[in-house]
Nanobody, 124 residues
Framework: QVRLVESGGGLVQAGGSLRLSCAASGRSFSTYSMGWFRQVPGKEREFVTG???????NYGDSVNGRFTITRDITKNTVSLQMNNLKPEDTAVYYCAVHGRSFYYSNDPTSYVYWGQGTQVTVSS
């Protein structure tokens, strides 16, 4: 059974940093893209960043230059380093795995495995 577990969320002041981690279990995702998305109540789930099987990363415009995604293929984990956080970054953050091997997309509907989410709150 596939399971994704996020950790590392919390409360931080504007300008601060947080590091989110996501551990996948149940199978290897070494040939699958993984991504981070976020959602606030009443809004659609938003693409934050994604990384493909070879380590190439893509970022949403609002986080580019502040966030960094990394993955450890051997440990089946993906991490998100968030720096210079802003109040508008407040959301529930989800990690996810793409549904097709050797495919990449920013579209959340292409991702089939999801974690339970972790809350990130940035105070002003």
């Amino acid at each position: 059974q596939v399971r994704l577990v996020e950790s590392g969320g919390g409360l931080v002041q504007a300008g601060g940093s947080l590091r989110l981690s996501c551990a996948a279990s149940g199978r290897s995702f070494s040939t699958y893209s993984m991504g981070w998305f976020r959602q606030v109540p009443g809004k659609e789930r938003e693409f934050v960043t994604g990384i493909n099987w070879s380590g190439e990363a893509n970022y949403g415009d609002s986080v580019n230059g502040r966030f960094t995604i990394t993955r450890d293929i051997t440990k089946n984990t993906v991490s998100l380093q968030m720096n210079n956080l802003k109040p508008e970054d407040t959301a529930v953050y989800y990690c996810a795995v793409h549904g097709r091997s050797f495919y990449y997309s920013n579209d959340p509907t292409s991702y089939v495995y999801w974690g339970q989410g972790t809350q990130v709150t940035v105070s002003s």
